[in-house]
């Protein structure tokens, strides 16, 4: 088999709810994602007959499908019953795609597979098993940023600038700019012992929304706060791991719009306040995109 080098090819990994991953580039052995298809853009639009012309009706973006071909080597037949063990074992997975760039950017995709064919090995002990993935969102790019008033090695990530012109820390921010096709949602990590916490969304150096929380986090506990589409949550994580969730009236303001996104295109400020010192946050942005 041709020993590419990693930069000369696109990679595939399977991830799963726990960060554990698949890597499907053992190009000298193991397992071999490749003929992938499914990897582009596709909208179902309807039209209405206007004499000897169409206008548009409606326009939907399509569930992608991505097929494949895996491909086993050597000690096949345990590596395709890890495969599937490990796929039966997840309740979510993710289809992790590095395109054949120089920035080498991660792109994910949730998931399901649906089914996966097996065949017969070859007379080089392949295993070639086809594979379809039916998709349950757009590609994005996670992008985190962490802030720690303690020492840190590469503290401030990615495209993130955090804002240093404070004399205390009872305010933290950053600023991006969502260069993705829809808006940007936001998952944020706030650590105690904080009182009252409160997110602020500038766009364009304008105002333009908060979410508020009466609520105290105290230490070694964290306020987890997500925007995902179908998964928004507002959640206490509790010193023993266990999750409570916050979604209340005693908590949130419900005439507000608690749900933060960040619109395309426009240069955004996220600010994390409280009523006394904002120690550790991390923000993480998902970047979606129809196409990569």
Known sequence: ??????????????ENEKGNRIDCQKINGGLFLYNVTGLGYEENIEYEQLGNIFIQKDKK????????????YDMTYEEYIEFVNFILSSSELKLIYIPKTSSRNEYY???????????????????????????????????????????RDNEIRWDFRWDSNF??????????????????????EVSGHVINPKFELYVEGQ???????????????????????NDFYINRQKTDGTIESL??????????????????????????????????????????????
């Open 109 to 151: 995709r949730d998931i399901d597979i649906c089914k996966i064919d097996k065949s017969e090995e070859d007379d080089f002990n392949v295993l070639k098993c086809p594979i379809t993935m039916n998709c349950k969102s757009l590609w994005y790019k996670q992008t985190t940023a962490i802030y720690t008033i303690e020492p």
């Open 167 to 188: 004399t205390d820390y009872d305010t933290r921010s950053l600023q991006y700019v969502n260069e993705g096709h829809i808006e940007a949602p936001v998952l944020i």
């Open 61 to 72: 973006i399509a569930q992608n499908v991505i097929n494949g071909e895996l491909e086993f």
């Open 1 to 14: 088999m041709i020993n590419y080098e990693y930069k000369d090819i696109r990679n595939f990994y399977f």
């Open 247 to 292: 979604f209340s009236l005693d908590v949130i303001n419900f005439e507000n719009d608690n749900v933060i996104r960040l619109p395309k295109n426009k240069s955004c400020e996220l600010r994390i306040t409280a009523d006394n010192e904002v120690l550790n946050a991390q923000v993480t942005i998902l970047t979606y995109y129809k196409a990569v």
């Open 207 to 229: 105002l333009y929304q908060t979410v508020t929380f009466t609520v105290e986090i105290k230490e070694y506990e964290k306020l987890l706060y997500g925007t995902k589409e």
